[in-house]
């Protein structure tokens, strides 16, 4: 992947192995460019491409006097700029009280290496374009919002370890490559359809995530601090640090395929299913080695995994965006994916404004309230080249809503020429509130929206190309039902969201199964044309 091993917080050498096949290689040299207006200066980011000596330099390099002229964008076609995000309006974003000690804050911020490489951020986008050809499948899940107080090592590993049970599951089932993506390393902010929340007479500031302010109803906590977003980026680099350890220092081997169980889900029908398909992988790698086929192969060993969040407090973002001076873009190098979410992706907004000319692979929440028209717009404003890969379409409606409004949006972006990879999120269309008063999701709604999603796509001869999951390797009781029934009493005996419900992992990998049938039986039909015609 994308990520890679690494022993430092803020490592002084590239984070990625020069000798490992599935990261290339990293350059990062700083250099300084100018920047409109009086803002900071940008660092220059060479991206992750093969070289004999990556280092990171203290000083700038020279650049060529005539650098080849870098491929045509939405930034350069229409006078795109790091801060031209400014002029335009801005939803979601907290007022501060300090205006210097925000732009304080901000130049440090700039000053710190990049979270992601470049490069990385362009593998992902090529894998991203195969799911959008039926090729491959994205699994993109975590937190809904990370949060300072439960950060810890355990609770990275055992969300990273349900992630890659269900990527097992779905690689199986479809027997085609899962695209791991989490929702980590970065995912803190949240946006609020009020800016202010009353409790007993007592109006205060909406919690608007970690990185913004406090959780705790108090005037104090709840007034924006610029110094949480230092904080968030210390843990965001910490988070990928462990991560990039785990995922290529032997943890995610494919030959420990029977050990990721979780204690909490060992002795359950979700922990012996998964358990009975660990036997036949090990049957099958066994298999290869009697065959003479090496299963000591890096592609054994490593697993290639991304980080993604939501783009919502565009100061952060603006002072996490390099120039890869390899090509010529700039990156948001916060993360190797962002999304815009339903209350930010105005046509002329801020947040569609920031991201047109970043070149990640970008993602677009949209609801049933989406206009197909709208819809089309904003896929040509953020991909105007149509490249595979860039535009991930999340859905997230609700089952019944997605049976009659997807339909439409499929067919808009087929008429206009779009390529897209669609991708359900049955979360966010699902919530309601328990007796108790609590948040609450049920499994069975979040399981008809999926089998809709897939439904819909069989309907218009479109690729279902991945889901969306708030979800977390603790044995939370969040969302109710599942096949160990979590019930309307149980929730508040481990409810530890500080926002929205997720998915336990026991229902994470229910949920796993449940998609990995319905990719088997679409791999099957597919494959009947084939035998005929053989026949």
């Not at 994205?138 to 990275?156: H, R, T």
């Not at 047109?356 to 028209?373: C, F, H, Q, T, W």
Request: proline residues 8%; glycine residues 6%; hydrophobic residues 35%.
């Amino acid at each position: 992947m994308a990520i890679s091993t690494s022993n430092s917080l803020i490592p002084t050498k590239s984070l990625v192995p020069q000798s490992h096949p599935l990261i290339p290689s990293t350059n990062l040299r700083p250099t300084l460019r100018p920047k409109p207006g009086p803002t900071p200066s940008i660092l220059a980011v060479h991206a992750a491409e093969p070289a004999k000596n990556p280092v990171v330099t203290d000083k700038p390099k020279p650049q060529p006097q005539a650098p080849p002229p870098p491929p045509q964008t939405a930034a350069r076609a229409g006078k795109w700029a790091v801060d031209s995000w400014k002029s335009k309006k801005a939803l979601q974003l907290p007022e501060y009280p300090s205006q210097e000690e925000l732009d304080s804050v901000l130049q440090t911020i700039e000053a710190f290496p990049p979270i992601v490489f470049a490069g990385e951020a362009r593998t992902l986008e090529e894998r991203l374009g195969e799911a959008a050809l039926g090729n491959a499948f994205l699994l993109q899940g975590g937190d809904c919002a990370e949060s300072f107080k439960e950060f810890n090592a355990n609770n990275i590993r055992d969300t990273f370890r349900i992630l890659l049970q269900m990527g097992v599951v779905m690689m199986f089932g479809g027997q085609m490559p899962v695209i791991k993506v989490g929702r980590m390393a970065g995912q803190f902010a949240k946006p609020r359809s009020d800016p202010f929340e009353e409790k007993n007479g007592l109006k205060l500031p909406s919690y608007r995530g970690d990185n913004v302010n406090g959780d705790a109803f108090d005037e104090k906590s709840r007034i924006p601090d610029p110094q949480r977003m230092i904080r968030a980026y210390c843990q965001a680099a910490a988070t990928l640090n462990l991560l990039r350890a785990f995922a290529t220092g032997g943890y995610a081997a494919m030959q420990r395929v029977t050990q990721w169980n979780l204690d909490f889900t060992e002795h359950s029908e979700q922990g012996d299913r998964y358990r009975e398909l660990a036997h036949r992988v090990d049957e099958a790698l066994g298999f290869m080695a009697a065959a003479g086929l090496t299963v000591d192969h890096p592609i054994m060993k490593t697993t290639e995994f991304w980080t993604s969040h939501e783009c919502l407090l565009l100061p952060y973002e603006q002072s996490l965006t390099r120039l890869d001076s390899t090509s010529g873009l700039y990156y948001d190098c916060s993360a190797h994916m962002l999304w815009v979410g339903e209350r930010t992706r105005q046509l002329d907004g801020a947040h569609v404004e920031f991201l047109r000319g970043v070149a990640n692979p970008l993602g677009i929440k949209v609801s049933d309230k989406m206009d197909p028209n709208e819809l089309v717009k904003l896929i040509e404003i953020l991909n105007p080249q149509n490249k595979p890969g860039r535009i991930t379409v999340i859905t997230r409606m609700g089952a019944e809503n997605m049976r009659v409004k997807l339909p439409h949006l499929i067919r808009a972006v087929r008429r206009a020429g779009q390529i897209v990879t669609w991708v359900s999120d049955p979360m966010h269309g699902n919530t309601i509130k328990a007796p108790c008063g609590l948040k609450t999701r049920p499994f069975d709604s979040i399981r008809a929206e999926v089998r809709a999603f897939f439904d819909v796509h069989d309907q218009e001869g479109s690729h279902p190309g991945g889901v969306h999951l708030e979800m977390t390797g603790q044995n939370v009781t969040e969302c109710i039902g599942g096949s160990r029934t979590v019930t309307f009493d149980d929730l508040s005996s481990r409810y530890h969201t500080h926002c929205d419900p997720r998915l336990n992992a026991s229902q994470s990998l229910e949920l796993a199964f449940i998609i990995a049938e319905r990719l088997r039986k679409s791999r099957i039909r597919s494959q009947q044309p084939l035998a005929s015609v053989g026949l």
